[in-house]
């Protein structure tokens, strides 16, 4: 009787180890499998939000050189209109243009911090 339970434990032993082995496998997989799929899936959002970020700044980029443009242009047209509104006095000899147009000219640059005013 003794025989047969020793026997019994070592074939339940043997059983107990298999089933061990046999659920650690299927873990290891799950595990490997769930690796897979979570590295996919964070590579494909992390695309998506770094795609999504360029984008937005190339936007950002192309409104500030629109507005950047823009206000250049208009104040460059008040230089043209306030210069063209001096008398033709002002405008005759160069002293008298450096007199008249040096200070509108300085005055436009301080005020938009723009280097276009003396071209």
């Known amino acids: 009787m003794l025989k047969i339970t020793k026997i019994k ?36 959002s992390l ?29 460059t047209r008040a230089l043209e209109k306030d210069i063209a509104n001096l008398p033709y006095q002002s405008l005759i000899t160069e002293e008298n243009i450096i007199n008249n147009v040096g200070p509108i000219l300085k005055y436009y640059h301080h005020s938009i911090n723009a280097l276009n005013v003396y071209l």
């Open 47 to 75: 695309y998506e939000s770094t795609l999504k970020n360029q984008t937005d700044l190339l936007k950002v980029t192309q409104s500030t050189v629109e507005d950047f443009r823009s206000t250049n242009q208009s104040f």
């Open 9 to 44: 434990r070592k074939i339940m032993n043997s059983i107990k180890i298999k089933l061990s082995l046999i659920a650690n496998l299927i873990a290891i997989f799950a595990l490997i499998v769930l690796g897979i799929v979570s590295f996919y899936f964070t590579k494909t």
